[in-house]
């Protein structure tokens, strides 16, 4: 067998200028746009992986994680005017704040130590224009990422100093008051060593809302007057020499609550939260031989969660929500291929969680409602196996022990799967496995009596998934791929928050298990003239076994349509977006299904370093509705109509 | 679709944009596509390269191989009418490694990182002119990296392993490159 055969001349259709007929010199001096490259064995993954690059973020206008998400195959995103939650195969549980994802930024867990949650809105700790890279990982992550990675782990990978530089500008405008601006600045020196410093700053006033649920002269006829305001603030700094890296970035976040959610007094200018976190990462990588590479981490966290609530009791009171969480730890990881036919994943990772404060009071007069001060240990060890079976056939197993200090809980996650590549274009993939979530401090300890007011359940354990996936990934060219999944996840023990009859109090449970099967279809194709179409359909149903109800949130239908495609002989690019999520069962009844379409116009070079985009959202003009959660009075909290932004952006 | 796009774009941005759209762009070239111009790199480089005089060419074409995974394999293949020195420029799929040093440039990225250790070993030497287009491989033996700064190809050289390869590279290959090793 030759395995090196020649490839037959092919007849290339580029109209362009024969690139390789001039000089080096003058190649050196070209501008590149970079096409979307379907990374790094995407088809030996042990999980069919969406990745998402810095071009498809300016292509489409993209503005936070959430619609990055949102475009993926089989997710879809919730946003009831405080934060954004997202669904994944049918499940989007109310009140949830995602944490049954596993955020990592480079690699470092994200999710805070009191909620667990995962920040996809504009409380996301990083501006958009610093990401490099987004990955989704669908299914069970728990087998090497530990808690949390239950549905799946979502990978933000950021910008280096390379790819900036130099210094960078960017300005934005758009509607309801919104205007942005960033200034950015990255180096690469000589010696390999880079460093990048970002900052930049966000507002919207956002829209005057009404509410039917709320039109009575007593509460303004249902307007909410400049109360869906939105302002950030984010920080980054990075930098890595030799085998070294460190990153810093810091975030505050004040977003205005238009809803009355928990049981507030409507159209108060006070209603608020306020989300600020920081994070210190340094990593060192050692090439320890040829086919081995240790990797040793230290990070430090923190996130502070402040809500100022309304509630006339009378006489009109501002109450104090929030939380402090901190935590610090460490993780080891070695890669090897020493045995031949083996890539061994091994690692360790601890971290302390030294502050887990939750309080509430009263403003004035002073009543302290809660005061809870915890501390916890969460301890994981790992290992995972590649092994090449015969040519073409690769097993991939691990496992992760799991101990976590607050509910004394340990767990193993195993997950396995089975890759066989078929032929050069076909690769089947059988993968099953587990994860589980332990419960946050929120859920273990949060306790505020009265009327309408919470306890404590310090007895709750973990929940976990089980699931099991075919897929099979076709390429029939480099240029594209088709994949398509049928899977089948199985929850048990499902923390639900539930009444509880006796006195009338809100309490977290273990009581659900809960089913979702499902088939999901993707095609992806690049042509050489730049064009990038990625589109796909999901099929899901999600029931509780118990009682047979369809879950709330659970769409049956999603379709996704995203076209990126260069406008000839103009320079600029166009990126057409049209997604569908289907009709979606609320807590008290259904939200209709819609169709949203996006626009946007970019140019990369209007003139040397100068970038402008437009964008167009929701550019029908359609009205829907995303499911509230118990505590909204609203049963469905409209989105927003048509809007746009316009994007300027300069490197010096 | 895009005239509902105007439309509301006129209404919302009024006299800005068309300003911005009227700019004059004189003597801009438009940008290229990545991977043509990754190519025409690869071209340039064997064009300035010296093998060793006992080098073999079987048919008497000089082989580019690269992985038949390659996002880059359409636009290699472009190279193939191409003359380097002489000879006609044969670009093949390198799918195993056994006829490794049947090419005379390797071409690889992100698809061979597993193997990379692989193909070295098996290389030993060789004179092959190995230029990776990957972060990972980067410079980890590879003669060029190829890389993306400021929206720029830009390529790195590592003249101790062109050495160990038995390969001399011009003076205007090192002089042009963004770094030297």
């Known amino acids: ?652 | 679709m895009s005239g509902l796009f105007i439309a509301t774009l006129r209404r919302t941005v009024g006299r800005l944009m068309p300003a911005l759209l009227l700019l004059p762009l004189p003597g801009m070239a438009e940008p290229v596509p990545e991977y043509e111009l990754k190519a025409a790199f690869v071209y340039n480089f064997a064009l300035f390269t010296e093998w060793p005089s006992d080098t073999a060419y079987e048919g008497g074409t000089l082989n580019i191989c690269v992985n038949p995974g390659s996002a880059l394999r359409h636009a290699l293949a472009g190279l193939n009418e191409k003359a380097v020195k002489g000879r006609r420029v044969s670009v093949r799929h390198l799918a195993a490694l056994d006829t490794l040093r049947a090419c005379h440039v390797l071409f690889v990225d992100g698809n061979d990182r597993e193997r990379w250790v692989q193909i070295k070993k098996g290389l030993g030497g060789a004179s092959v002119l190995t230029v990776s287009d990957d972060d990972e491989i980067g410079h980890d033996g590879s003669i060029i990296a190829l890389g993306v700064d400021n929206k720029r190809v830009v390529f790195d050289v590592d003249t101790r392993a062109a050495r160990q390869a038995r390969l001399v590279l011009s003076s205007k290959l090192l002089r042009l490159a963004r770094t030297v090793q």
């Open chain 1, 1 to 652: 067998m030759t395995s090196a055969f020649v490839i037959p001349g092919i007849a290339r259709s580029t109209a362009g200028p024969d690139l390789a007929g001039l000089p080096i010199e003058q190649l050196l001096t070209l501008e590149v746009y970079s096409a979307s490259k379907f990374t790094q064995k995407v088809s030996e993954a042990p999980s069919a992986v969406s990745v998402v690059t810095a071009a498809d973020i300016r292509a489409f206008g993209w503005r936070t994680v959430a619609d990055i998400l949102r475009s993926m195959r089989g997710l879809y995103v919730s946003n009831d005017r405080n934060y954004a939650y997202l669904g994944a195969r049918g499940f989007l549980r109310p009140g949830d704040y995602n944490t049954r994802f596993l955020l990592l930024v480079d690699g470092n867990r994200n999710n805070d130590a009191v909620f667990d949650q995962a920040s996809i809105g504009t409380e996301f700790v990083l501006d958009i224009d610093m990401i490099e890279r987004v990955e989704f990982v669908p299914g069970p992550g728990s087998s090497i990422y530990g808690a949390n990675a239950f549905f799946g782990v979502i990978n933000i990978i950021t910008k280096n100093g390379r790819d900036l530089s130099g210094p960078q500008a960017s300005v934005e405008y758009g509607s309801h008051g919104m205007r942005e601006a960033r200034a950015s600045y990255g180096m690469r020196h000589d010696g390999g060593a880079e460093w990048l410093f970002s900052a930049s700053s966000y507002r919207e006033d956002g829209p005057d809302l009404y509410f039917p649920e709320f039109d009575t002269p007593a509460t303004n006829n249902g307007v909410a007057r400049r109360l869906d305001h939105d302002r950030a603030q984010n920080l980054l700094l990075k930098g890595a020499a030799g085998a070294w890296s460190v990153s810093l970035a810091h975030s505050e976040r004040t977003k205005g609550i238009p809803t009355a959610s928990y049981s507030q007094t409507f159209n108060d200018p006070r209603a608020r939260t306020v989300d600020i976190q920081s994070f210190v990462d340094a990593s060192h990588r050692a090439q320890l031989a040829a086919d081995a590479q240790l990797t040793t981490r230290l990070f430090w966290g923190r996130y502070d969660y402040t809500g100022d609530y309304v509630y006339d009791y009378p006489p009109l009171t501002l109450n104090h929500d929030g939380s402090h969480s901190s935590w610090w730890g460490a993780e080891s990881r070695l890669v090897t291929t020493r045995i031949a036919g083996h890539k061994l994943v091994m690692g360790a990772e601890v971290q302390r969680d030294y502050r887990r404060h939750q309080f509430n009071f009263d403003a004035d007069p002073f009543v302290s409602r809660l005061d809870d001060r915890r501390a916890g240990n969460r301890f994981g060890v790992y290992l995972q196996d590649e092994f090449t079976l015969r040519p073409g056939l690769l097993l991939n197993a691990g496992a992760r022990y799991d101990r976590s200090s607050s509910t004394g809980d340990s767990s193993v996650n195993p997950r396995v799967a089975l890759i066989h590549k078929a032929s050069e274009a076909t690769t089947y993939k059988a993968m099953a496995g587990t994860a589980f979530r332990a419960p946050n401090a929120y859920e273990l300890y949060y306790e505020m009596l009265g009327t309408g007011g919470q306890k404590s359940n310090p007895g709750l354990k973990a929940e976990r998934i089980r699931t099991q996936e075919l897929s099979v990934e076709h390429a029939a060219s480099p240029e594209s791929r088709l994949t398509a999944s049928v899977f089948r996840n199985t929850v048990s023990n499902l923390i639900t928050q539930t009444t509880d009859p006796a006195d009338g109090l809100l309490v977290f449970r273990n009581l659900n298990r809960a089913r979702a099967y499902g088939i999901e279809l993707e095609w992806e194709r690049a042509w050489t003239g730049g064009a990038r179409l990625r589109t796909s359909y999901s099929w899901q149903r999600a029931k509780d076994v118990g009682s047979g109800a369809l879950l709330v949130n659970s769409p049956r239908h999603l379709a996704k349509f995203n076209l990126s495609a260069p406008v000839p002989g103009t320079g600029w690019r166009s990126g057409a977006e049209a997604s569908y999520v289907g009709r979606r069962g609320t807590l008290q009844g259904e939200t209709g299904g819609y169709w949203l379409a996006n626009l946007t116009l970019s140019a990369i070079r209007l003139a040397p370093g100068l970038e402008l985009s437009a964008s167009i959202y929701n550019l029908f003009d359609r009205r829907y509705a995303d499911p509230g959660s118990e505590e909204h009075v609203q049963d469905a909290i409209v989105q927003n109509g048509r809007t746009f932004r316009l994007k300027l952006g300069y490197a010096f």
